[in-house]
């Protein structure tokens, strides 16, 4: 019996492991993606905030004021006390149980948000931002923060954080408000980009499993067995199993789970087919499969992901 378990616990181990290796390297893809770098400088030349994406188990202390080596934030983030009261604040606001849009303010004023940005059911990263007051600065709370600060043994230039304190940069809660519902709205694109990045990877990978994945797209409306795959690749099933997981990062099942899903998105698209038109088009042979695998793929049902399309086409 140990042995089974140990077995067992083994097996969803390398899962978990095989599981965060995959979202690692989405997480690089979206970091590092042309979309992302445009939205971020896009982002901070319109509201004068920075903006981050970080995976859920990553933490960058010096995240913010990656420019502005003067601001507040810079500043404090010198002291490592201060800078921990940061952490705590990013930390409460990217909770991963809470798959809401979060807003924390820290003590020294400066509030911090993260948007959770999804791969399938499961929380991938955060898109970040922060240092930014939601009161105006006022000298009786500039005060304050400087009591705790010589509390904790802080020595600095007090003229010059007084002057980084008051041209922090301040927004109504209405407006900053509206602008976390713009990142909520990049959160959606790249969530289904992340998607699509575990469908097609770009990396080099064997002619055999190059040929599998084109079979694949090529008769994904088509009942698709892992023999008939494998006999296209010219490999064994046994042989075929552990290189194509090897190759994608998702077993056979779940890649063409995700390829069918993401062809019936793009014919969601047409506000005149029906869902069952499209769940059945991509090779879904039931709606109850095809909704269990969109729920679980894209994060929402097929009805809330078309009502949630006119929403991003606005934007």
Same mark, same amino acid.
């Given at each position: 019996m140990k042995g089974?378990?140990?077995?067992?616990?083994?097996?969803?181990?390398?899962?978990?492991?095989?599981?965060?290796?995959?979202?690692?390297?989405?997480?690089?893809?979206?970091?590092?993606?042309?979309?992302?770098?445009?939205?971020?400088?896009?982002?901070?030349?319109?509201?004068?905030?920075? #903006?981050?994406?970080? !995976?859920?188990?990553?933490?960058?202390?010096?995240?913010?004021?990656?420019?502005? %080596?003067? @601001?507040?934030? +810079?500043?404090?983030?010198?002291?490592?006390?201060?800078?921990?009261a940061c952490l705590r604040a990013q930390t409460d606001a990217s909770g991963e149980s809470d798959s809401t849009t979060r807003t924390v303010t820290w003590f020294a004023g400066l509030s911090e948000s993260a948007v959770p940005v999804y791969v399938g059911d499961h929380i991938l990263g955060f898109l970040e931002t922060g240092e930014v007051m939601l009161k105006n600065p006022t000298k009786k709370h500039f005060a304050t923060i400087t009591r705790q600060l010589r509390a904790w043994g802080y020595k600095?230039?007090?003229?010059?954080?007084?002057?980084?304190?008051?041209?922090?940069?301040? #927004?109504?809660?209405? !407006?900053?408000?509206?602008?976390?519902?713009?990142?909520?709205?990049?959160?959606? %694109?790249? @969530?289904?980009? +992340?998607?699509?990045?575990?469908?097609?990877?770009?990396?080099?990978?064997?002619?055999?499993?190059?040929?599998?994945?084109?079979?694949?797209?090529?008769?994904?409306?088509?009942?698709?067995s892992l023999g008939r795959v494998a006999h296209a690749a010219n490999i064994s099933r046994h042989y075929f199993c552990k290189m194509f997981k090897k190759a994608t990062g998702i077993n056979f099942i779940d890649y063409l789970s995700r390829v069918r899903v993401e062809k019936s998105k793009t014919l969601l698209l047409n506000p005149n087919s029906r869902i069952s038109e499209a769940a059945f088009a991509c090779g879904f042979q039931s709606m109850t499969n095809f909704n269990r695998a969109f729920k679980r793929i894209v994060g929402r049902s097929p009805t809330q992901f078309r009502e949630s399309l006119p929403k991003l086409r606005r934007s």
């Open positions: 089974t378990v140990g077995t067992v616990s083994k097996g969803v181990m390398r899962k978990r492991s095989a599981s965060r290796s995959s979202d690692q390297e989405v997480m690089r893809h979206l970091s590092r993606s042309q979309i992302f770098k445009d939205y971020e400088r896009a982002f901070s030349e319109a509201t004068g905030l920075p #903006l981050n994406i970080r !995976r859920h188990d990553s933490w960058s202390p010096a995240r913010h004021g990656k420019e502005d %080596h003067d @601001s507040f934030a +810079s500043i404090l983030a010198r002291f490592n006390k201060a800078r921990a600095t230039d007090w003229k010059q954080l007084e002057r980084a304190y008051f041209r922090t940069c301040v #927004l109504s809660p209405d !407006r900053y408000r509206a602008m976390l519902r713009l990142l909520s709205i990049f959160a959606q %694109h790249l @969530s289904i980009l +992340s998607n699509q990045l575990v469908v097609r990877r770009e990396k080099d990978e064997p002619a055999n499993m190059a040929r599998s994945r084109q079979f694949i797209e090529k008769y994904q409306a088509e009942p698709l």
